[in-house]
Nanobody, 121 residues
Framework: QVQLVESGGGLVQAGGSLRLSCAAPGIIFTFHPMAWYRQAPGKQRELVAGISTGGSTNYLDSVKGRFTISRDNGKNTVYLPMNSLKPEDTAVYYC???????????????WGQGTQVTVSS
């Protein structure tokens, strides 16, 4: 059973910083694109940042210039340093590994349990 382990959430004042981490043991990490999503109360889950197996990145417009996604293939870990946080960044943040479809047809797509980020004004 694959479990993604997220850490780094918490409570911070507006303008502050947090760094999320997501460890992904038990998967072929280099095969998986990685991403961070978030879901605020009453809203749909949205993609915050993604990083491909080759290191290409993409971001939600509202976090560009403030958040930076990176991956360490040697540690099976993806990171999301978040700077200049705003109250509207408050949400549960989820890590995702995948999706990947192997030649066998098996699909690999895993989510973490989520970590709460709360930004006070």
């Amino acid at each position: 059973q694959v479990q993604l382990v997220e850490s780094g959430g918490g409570l911070v004042q507006a303008g502050g910083s947090l760094r999320l981490s997501c460890a992904a043991p038990g998967i072929i990490f280099t095969f998986h694109p990685m991403a961070w999503y978030r879901q605020a109360p009453g809203k749909q889950r949205e993609l915050v940042a993604g990083i491909s197996t080759g290191g290409s990145t993409n971001y939600l417009d509202s976090v560009k210039g403030r958040f930076t996604i990176s991956r360490d293939n040697g540690k099976n870990t993806v990171y999301l340093p978040m700077n200049s946080l705003k109250p509207e960044d408050t949400a549960v943040y989820y890590c995702r590994a995948g999706p990947v479809t192997y030649e066998s047809g098996r699909r690999s797509d895993y989510w973490g349990q989520g970590t709460q980020v709360t930004v006070s004004s």
